[in-house]
Structures are given as structure tokens and as C-alpha cells.
């Protein structure tokens, strides 16, 4: 994955919190890279960066140091604030739109969380930091009120969203790590809709934004709902509290921050960079408070601080010999290869295998042909370089949109189509994308865990070689044509019961009909055709059905 991607000119190729943070010949590009070190991408996780992020839990002491985390920490959720006191509450919280913040979590949040608590396992865990985000938005909306604005590409914005930015890409990382578990859908719908946090970001409209993060969400839940409607009410209640969390968030930015977050327009307002200056240095005097509070408390000096790399303090510590040092490297050199480490593995022939053969038994098995080598000594298939992939691609020609060789993106939206355009997805790989408005066709090939979210075509959605694939009409398509696809789910919606749905060479298929709202009845397409001659000697064909 790039480290720069262009969120509003790529037709919004996102990846975590803050869905347009990359913001380099726009406001809203290169947020992953704060001009000296690398950020992680705030939508989707980049294992790379798992090691560079923050793990923050708003209130905690994690972090210390870092001036940034301190100010948003300082006004995060009073519940978590451990400086706000009953009897002494915080100016800020006067502020009608954070009076309004904090009644929307005790009431939304809070539901969501208890419910998340209930489920248990990866749910539970993956709402922890949802519920840290949230409260670490607080801390924005705080602080934003008494800064001046700053410019969206400087490296003191970039530091500003690091703590909030890192509870996204934990809860991405989560639902990455664990596709084959039974909660999968739970936990995309969860990190397909988080991403909704990102509109501090975006200026001057954030509520579509918002609701186009909403929609993504809304895809994974349908599944959710027709998995466990009339069976879980537990998880048919979660995911609706979560979808109802969404959406009075929405509603919340529509009333308070409709042109974008609140920054302050006093003349005298501190510049954002002096703000996170001074939480820093008074959350460094109170570290050092306690510190010494705990010191005075058990009459022990405080331990010296560790010394820095290279001091004679390191001289005194026995190191492995060098022969030892070699080895070790070598054999952490192997396991860092992962698949690969069995690349130079010859597959063993049947006549050479003792079980199927008792001859060789006695013998020993014949010995295999020796790998080539080249004239440097080095194994032909360890010379030979890996193929290289395919460069990613979202772009416009002529009246055709490509989207070709994306892998795990789950927020590509194509705005502003016409009704010539064609849109032509092919090679991607575990991807969602959100076609806005009315066109003429969209062709969906050689795709692996990919969906499709249309509006309204003119003519027809063709779907050709794909695996376990997703379809989601919105308003109106005519036509769908399946052929040569393993697994696949189509949703109409009210307006799109008379689509005519085409398939051959096909199996797991299903059609999921809307019949209240928001949920789905399932109907399975029948694979299965019985042959039989008649009495003129013609073929007749009918459909074999498994009610």
C-alpha cells in the first residue's frame, strides 16, 4: 500500500480515522505522512506500522510525553478525565455543543459499549477503542474551541489527531487479523463505519462525508441482520445500536459543526501548536508530582533514569560470542521469510514416498534431482525474483471509470458519475466500493471478497468471475448477469424487485429481498437443472428446487 494516497481526487481511497487526512496538493492529502516521519493510514491498518502506533485509552498515563496526547487527553470524556472533578466542572462543559457531546455518548455510546460487553471476545475488544475514540474527540472539539485554526497539512494537526488516529487503526487491525472468525461481519460493520470520526477533517460540508462512511457501515450490517433476525436478539440489537450511534453523530455535526469543526475566532486565541505546548509541559509538572508523591510515600529516591545507547553502562553486559550472534541471526533471517521460508522445498514424488512404496523401505528412497544452480552457486528458484504486482488504479477515461488491483479497501467511492459512464472493476481483492448517482453500467471481474453498492444503472451490473462477491442496488437496476462465479450475495432494494437476475456456470448464489425495514429475506438460486426427453424427442429442462 502507498503511503500517500489521494483521498478526494482517487475517488476517496481511504484508509483510518480520518478518511481525507492526506492532504498534500489539497488540505485533505498525505495526512500519512507528517513531512518527516510516516503516519499510519487512517482507515485501513498497515500491519507495517502495527509496531509505530499509539494504544491510548483516553485518561489513561500511556503516552506521556508526548504534548499532542496530553491535549487532547486533558478534555477527552469527563467520565475518563482524570482531572475533571464533580464539584469543580470544566468551563468547556458549559459549551452547549459539548453539553450536547457528552449527553450523545451517556446515551448512544454508552448503549453500544454495555451491548459490545455482552457479546464478549473480539466484539468487547474492538468497542473498547471505539469508545476511546469517542471520548478522544471530546479532547478535539475542546481544544479546537480555544485554538486558532491551524493548516490542515501542518505537522502540529498531524500530531493533534495522532492519539484518536491510532484508536482507528486498532480497531481496523482488529477485524484485519481475524477474517476467518464466525464475528467477521460484526467487525467490519464496526470498522467500515468508524471512519465516520473523520470528519474534523473535511470542510465545508462533513455530514455527507458522514453519511457516505455510514453507508459503508450500513452494508456489513445488513448481513449481520439477516444472519441473526429471529435467532440473536443480542447481536439484531448491537448492530442497530451501533448504526444508531452513526447516525446521531450525523445529526449531532448537523447541528453544531455544519461547516466543520469549531476552531476559535478570538483575535487573542493561541495558535493550535502553543495549545498542545502547554498540556505537554503541565502534564509533564503533574507526572512529576506524583512521581514524587509516590517517592516521598515509600521513602525510596526515585529509580535513575535508564542511560542512553552507547553509554559504558552496556560495556559490563555479557554479549552472545560471535559465532553464537551468526547463528541466531540466521535463524531469525528464516522465520521473518514466513510463507517463503518453505519456497526451496522440493515436492517429493509418489515412487519416492516409503509409505506407498514398502520396496524402498529397504532400499531408502532414490535421491531427488539436485536443484540447479547458476554460475554465481545461487539456486535457480531462489534467483529468480518475485513477480511484482500490479499497481493499484482508480481513474477516469473517456466515459469509463477503472478500478483495478485494490486490495483491502473498503472505502472507494466513485462521486460525480454521468449517465454515459461505465464503471469497470477488475483484480480486486476483500474491497467495498460506493458508486454515487446514475450511470449506465458497471462490470465487476476476476474479483476475490469484493462488493459493490450502485444507486442506478441504465443498462445492466455484469459479474463474471468472481468469488464470494457482494451487490447491493440502492434504487434501480434493470438487469444482473452472473457467469462463472463461486458465492455471492445480491441485495435489491424496493424499488428493484422486477431485476431481471441472468446466472450460468454459478453455485452459492443468493438473492436478498427487502421485506421491512432494513432487513432482508434470503433466497437461494437454484444450481441444480433435471434433463429429460419428451415424447417428440425434444430436450425439456426444469429446475430442480431444494425448498
Wanted: hydrophobic residues 30%; neutral net charge.
Amino acid at each position: 500500500m502507498s503511503d500517500s494516497i489521494n483521498f478526494r481526487e482517487a475517488g476517496y481511497n481511504f484508509t483510518t480515522i480520518l478518511k481525507r487526512l492526506e492532504a498534500a496538493t489539497s488540505r485533505l492529502e498525505d495526512l500519512v505522512e507528517s513531512g518527516h516521519q510516516p503516519l499510519p493510514n487512517l482507515h485501513r491498518a498497515s500491519r507495517d506500522n502495527n509496531s509505530q502506533t499509539h494504544n491510548i485509552s483516553a485518561g489513561s498515563h500511556n503516552g506521556t510525553g508526548n504534548p499532542a496526547i496530553a491535549a487532547v487527553r486533558e478534555h477527552s470524556s469527563p467520565s475518563v478525565s482524570h482531572r475533571q472533578s464533580a464539584s469543580n466542572p470544566k468551563p468547556e462543559s458549559c459549551s452547549p455543543s459539548i453539553a450536547a457531546y457528552d449527553e450523545f455518548c451517556s446515551k448512544y455510546l454508552n448503549e453500544y459499549v454495555q451491548l459490545s460487553k455482552k457479546l464478549g471476545g473480539l466484539v468487547q475488544q474492538q468497542s473498547e477503542h471505539v469508545e476511546n475514540a469517542f471520548k478522544l474527540l471530546r479532547g478535539i472539539l475542546v481544544v479546537a474551541m480555544k485554538a486558532k485554526k491551524p493548516e490542515y497539512e501542518s505537522p502540529e494537526f498531524f500530531e493533534f489527531l495522532k492519539p484518536i488516529q491510532s484508536e482507528l487503526l486498532s480497531t481496523t487491525n482488529i477485524r484485519d487479523e481475524h477474517r476467518t472468525d464466525p464475528l467477521f461481519n460484526q467487525l467490519s460493520t464496526v470498522m467500515s463505519g468508524i471512519s465516520v470520526l473523520g470528519w474534523v477533517t473535511i470542510e465545508p460540508a462533513p455530514v455527507s462525508f458522514m453519511s457516505e462512511m455510514k453507508d459503508s457501515s450500513q452494508f456489513y450490517a445488513n448481513r449481520v441482520l439477516k444472519d441473526f433476525k429471529g435467532k440473536d436478539e443480542l447481536q439484531v440489537s448491537w448492530v442497530r445500536s451501533y448504526l444508531t450511534l452513526l447516525t446521531e453523530l450525523v445529526n449531532y455535526v448537523k447541528t453544531h459543526y455544519k461547516t466543520g469543526l469549531g476552531w476559535s475566532n478570538k483575535p487573542d486565541a493561541p495558535p493550535l501548536k502553543e495549545v498542545i505546548k502547554n498540556a505537554g509541559e503541565k502534564e509533564s509538572q503533574e507526572e512529576s508530582s506524583r512521581k514524587s508523591s509516590s517517592s516521598g510515600a515509600s521513602g525510596l529516591p526515585p529509580p535513575p533514569p535508564p542511560p542512553p545507547p552507547g553509554n559504558d553502562f552496556w560495556k559490563d553486559k555479557e554479549e552472545p560470542k560471535g559465532n553464537e550472534k551468526a547463528d541466531m541471526g540466521s535463524v531469525f533471517a528464516e522465520i521473518n521469510k514466513g510463507e517463503d521460508i518453505t519456497s526451496h522445498l522440493r515436492k517429493v514424488d509418489k515412487r519416492e514416498m516409503t509409505h506407498k512404496n514398502p520396496e524402498l523401505r529397504k532400499t531408502g528412497p532414490t535421491p531427488g534431482p539436485k536443484p540447479k544452480t547458476t554460475s554465481s552457486g545461487v539456486k535457480d528458484e531462489l534467483a529468480v525474483p518475485p513477480k511484482p504486482a500490479k499497481a493499484p488504479r482508480i481513474e477516469l477515461e473517456n466515459t469509463k471509470w477503472f478500478v483495478e488491483n485494490q486490495v483491502n479497501n473498503h472505502s472507494i467511492v466513485l462521486e460525480g458519475v454521468e449517465l454515459k459512464h461505465t464503471v469497470q472493476v477488475i483484480d480486486c481483492s476483500n474491497c467495498t466500493l460506493i458508486i454515487k448517482g446514475k450511470l449506465n453500467a458497471v462490470s465487476l471481474s476476476h474479483c476475490k471478497r469484493t462488493s459493490v453498492v450502485v444507486d442506478t444503472l441504465v443498462a445492466s451490473f455484469e459479474i463474471t468471475k468472481c468469488s464470494n462477491f457482494g451487490c447491493q442496488v440502492m434504487d434501480y437496476v434493470p438487469m444482473i448477469v452472473v457467469d462463472q462465479c463461486d458465492g455471492g450475495a445480491v441485495y435489491l432494494s424496493k424499488n428493484s424487485l422486477s431485476t431481471e437476475i441472468t446466472t450460468s456456470n454459478s453455485s452459492s448464489l443468493n438473492v436478498n429481498v427487502p421485506i421491512e425495514e432494513g432487513d432482508y429475506a434470503e433466497r437461494a438460486i437454484p444450481e441444480q437443472i433435471k434433463h429429460r426427453i419428451n415424447e417428440k424427442g425434444e430436450l425439456v429442462s426444469e429446475i430442480v428446487r431444494h425448498e
